[in-house]
């Protein structure tokens, strides 16, 4: 029998709405569904490589224990759990519960119910130690959101803005944040061509940049410098929105101040842009009535990532560029709880420091988590509250933390390390026990998860009163053994005698908008996943009930909420003078930055970029996906590459102050000379022995977590990286 299905791709958080062909209780399509209201029959490569990924033949279809010779066998399920429950059991016991702690990647967001099952099992165990990707991903969003004060009303509709600013980030390939994720490069041609000035500030032509008024193309890591080389020109015209900032921003005259000293020429001898292109990108984007500033992981990765998005969210505020009284509420919830958005700032809160301290670096929890760059040394530094078990759930270390040696010596160390995992990744083959779990069209999915992405930062999550729900489509393999993850932390509970209660609270940091719902789970009579989504949706604006009965996902137009003025008794404003950020634009502009871009040793910066194919690390046992190239390229500018005497699919190595890497070189012309731009989540563990050209390399690699890292969130430079590059001579 066959039939067609409307469903959600989860692959990425985009959440397409899809059709599947299911054939004989098998999919055998994935493809755009044109009956979907906002997707409109979208999808991408990966969406279509659905059925392979469920059908890949590397996935796990049972989980795995470590066996005596250092691989790993099958194990059934549940014995599984009896044998975790027990050895988390025994160390906490003798080492109390701080040495236990989880580290949660992007593969969760598929998986509505797991992140509130898997920390009321943390709970319940009584440890602190929660550390999730964002950390090492965009933590300046939530700590800037938490210095300078959030926007109740939320953020401008690009729908209608006529200026756009993006600094590092790509959503026609990334399809993340700074355009709506419904396709985003059919989105970004409508604004255009209805006449919305697109500002880029990328090293790289990427696709994004191609559709740019004004694309400054500077030196990689000099983010800061251009925000405040902007600031300075809109201040100094006296372009700003006083009227704004009359009712609703504080510490005007402390930033004018501090980027006095930026003017276009110091940020085009420093960045390396036009002067005249600054003064004109300055112009264009204060010129225009409405719009936003997004910052992506291109400045966040560049060290100063938290400066880079509070100046962002300063220039977004001078220039009022936040919803306005009357307007439409962009985000209004669907399948969260209803709020009434207003046109005034959340008050400013702590970033970083308080709660959970952790033993190193003088780092502690902060307004995006505890800092996950700290874990490595977590697990390694001796001494009491040492982290001797980590579970991971969707997420890869081995490919992820920055400073991959010492992520492997650090995993290695560990008393028990447990993965959920449907392939046997680089941190799974270092694991006790992988946990095989169920893929996304074999469980029900609902885009509440993607609806709270916006207390992320601007320009996340939905942009529309959107929602869909499905169910699963089709049974797990024949004879497979898999859990969903919430029902892992199920069962681990149950042995543990936790009782689990989830917990749900929507919110800006510690601004919850409305009072958390606590649902108790039964702990005997295991529920459906379906019957945890109906306790995860009870308070929802749109009844559970109502989202099904729109298989194909609904935009609930009726919802026409308009952001209401300021309360008369608001007080509260945005801080655009703190002063951690002043003083940190005040170092920022007494660096010698001659002498650092200068650096004989190091000519070249490797910058980040996301690959089409795959997300992150995931994909990669993929035929489909991986097509020809089974590895990351090195991009460089074809000029670098005559220099240096090399040519497209010849080897180089890549080496910073902390390691070395190898890389197959491709020609980019749309690179700025000096850059080398490569993905990430490529190559085995440090001791694989496997040739470059077969499975890329880990620019992790390149990394170091104690040389140079954002005092607040602990996240070292990922991105702006100074290496040298060079043939690599056939030994
Ligand atoms: N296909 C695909 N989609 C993904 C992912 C994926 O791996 N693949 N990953 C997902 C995840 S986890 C995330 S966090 C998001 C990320 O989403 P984005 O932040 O949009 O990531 P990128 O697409 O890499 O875009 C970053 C851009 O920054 C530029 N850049 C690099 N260094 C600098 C710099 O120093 N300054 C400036 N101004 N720009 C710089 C790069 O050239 C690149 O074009 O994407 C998500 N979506
Ligand atoms: N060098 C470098 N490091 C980086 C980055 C970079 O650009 N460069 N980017 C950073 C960013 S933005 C992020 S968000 C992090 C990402 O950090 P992580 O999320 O830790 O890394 P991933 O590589 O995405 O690991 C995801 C794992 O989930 C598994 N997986 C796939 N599908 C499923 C599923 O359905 N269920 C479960 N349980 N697991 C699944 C995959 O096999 C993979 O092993 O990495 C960060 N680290
Ligand atoms: S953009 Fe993301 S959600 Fe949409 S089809 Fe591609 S992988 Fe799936
Ligand atoms: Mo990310």
């Not at 992007?106 to 964002?134: D, E, I, K, Q």
């Not at 994720?181 to 990427?206: F, T, W, Y």
């Not at 699963?472 to 029902?487: F, I, R």
């Not at 980019?668 to 040739?691: K, Q």
Request: aromatic share 8%; with cysteine; charged share 25%.
């Amino acid at each position: 029998m066959t039939e067609t299905r409307p469903t959600i791709c989860r692959y990425c958080p985009a959440h397409c709405g899809v059709l599947a062909t299911i054939e004989n209780g098998r999919i055998t399509k994935v493809s755009g569904d044109p009956d979907n209201p906002l997707y409109r029959g979208y999808s991408c490569v990966k969406g279509r490589a659905l059925p392979e990924q469920h059908y890949d033949p590397a996935r796990l279809l049972s989980s795995m224990a470590r066996s005596e010779d250092g691989g790993h066998r099958p194990i059934a399920s549940g014995q599984a759990m009896d044998e975790i429950a027990a050895k988390v059991g025994a160390l906490v016991e003798r080492h109390g519960p701080r040495c236990v702690a989880m580290y949660v990647g992007t593969n969760t967001l598929p998986y509505p119910a797991a992140p509130g099952f898997a920390h009321a099992w943390l709970r319940g165990v009584r440890t602190p130690m929660f550390f999730t990707s964002n950390t090492i991903d965009q933590p300046g969003k939530q700590i800037a959101a938490a210095l300078h004060g959030a926007w109740h009303g939320g953020d401008q509709s690009f729908e209608d803005a006529d200026t756009w600013l993006m600094v590092g980030l790509n959503p026609v390939i990334a399809k993340s944040s700074g355009a709506p994720c419904h396709n985003p490069a059919q989105r970004l041609k409508e604004a255009v061509s209805r006449g919305m000035k697109l500002i880029v500030v990328d090293p790289r032509r990427s696709e994004t940049a191609r559709r740019a008024h004004i694309h400054l193309q500077p030196r990689p890591g000099e983010d800061p410098t251009i925000l405040a080389g902007l600031l300075h020109v809109i201040i100094e015209e006296g372009l700003y929105d006083r009227a704004f900032i009359e009712e609703n921003v504080e510490g005007f005259d402390a930033v004018a101040e501090q980027v006095k000293a930026f003017t276009p020429d110091y940020v085009a001898a420093r960045a390396g842009v036009p002067a005249e292109q600054v003064l004109e990108a300055a112009r264009v984007f204060a010129g225009g009535k409405r719009g936003g500033v997004y910052c992506g992981t291109g400045p966040n990765f560049a060290t100063r990532g938290t400066l880079s998005e509070y100046l962002g969210r300063v220039l977004a505020s001078l220039c009022g560029r936040w919803a306005r009284p009357g307007d439409k509420v962009l985000r209004p919830n669907v399948m969260l709880p209803a709020f009434t958005a207003k046109a005034q700032p959340y008050p400013p809160y702590p970033g970083w420091g308080f709660g959970e301290q952790l033993r190193i670096r003088n780092l502690a929890d902060t307004a995006a988590g505890l800092p996950t760059a700290a874990l490595a040394d977590e697990i390694l530094g001796d001494g009491e509250g040492r982290v001797r078990a980590l579970v991971c759930m969707g997420s890869s270390p081995m490919m992820a933390w920055p400073d991959q040696s010492k992520a492997f010596a650090a995993l290695q160390k560990l008393e028990l390390l447990v993965t959920i995992d449907p392939v046997m990744s680089p941190t799974a083959r270092l694991a006790d026990y992988v946990i095989a779990p169920k893929l996304t069209l074999e469980t029900p999915g609902m885009t509440q998860s993607i609806e709270m992405l916006k207390y992320f930062g601007p320009g996340l999550g939905l942009a529309r009163p959107y929602a869909q729900y499905s169910p699963k489509l089709v049974d797990p393999p024949e004879g497979s053994d898999l859990l969903e993850e919430w029902e892992f932390f199920y069962g681990l509970s149950q042995r543990m005698g936790i009782e689990v209660q989830q917990i749900m609270f929507y919110g800006w940091g510690q601004h919850i908008e409305s009072p958390p719902q606590i649902f108790p789970i039964d702990m005997e009579n295991k529920p459906t996943t379906d019957q945890i989504f109906e306790l995860m949706t009870q308070g929802a604006r749109v009844p559970f009930e109502e989202v099904k009965r729109h298989p194909h996902g609904h935009i609930f137009e009726d919802i026409d909420d308009v952001v209401q003025p300021r309360d008369p008794e608001c007080e509260i404003k945005l801080d655009a003078g703190e002063p951690h950020m002043m003083a940190e634009l005040s170092d920022v502009r007494a660096e010698n930055f001659e002498a650092s871009h200068g650096d004989p040793r190091y000519r070249f910066r490797l910058i980040p970029r996301r690959a089409d194919a795959f997300v992150n690390s995931s994909g990669r046992t993929i035929k489909k996906l991986l097509g020809n190239r089974p590895y990351n390229p090195a991009f460089m500018h074809p000029e670098d590459l005559q220099d240096l005497g090399v040519g497209g699919g010849d080897v180089v190595r890549i080496s910073s102050e902390h390691g070395t890497i190898l890389g197959v070189v491709e020609e980019d012309a749309d690179l700025r000379r000096g850059v080398v731009s490569m993905t990430h989540g490529f190559g085995g563990n440090p001791t694989d022995e496997a040739d470059v050209r077969e499975i890329g390399s880990n620019t992790g690699m390149l990394m170091s977590v104690e040389a140079e890292y954002d005092p607040a969130s602990g996240m070292p430079r990922m991105g702006a990286i100074p290496v040298a590059v060079e043939p690599d001579s056939p030994s």
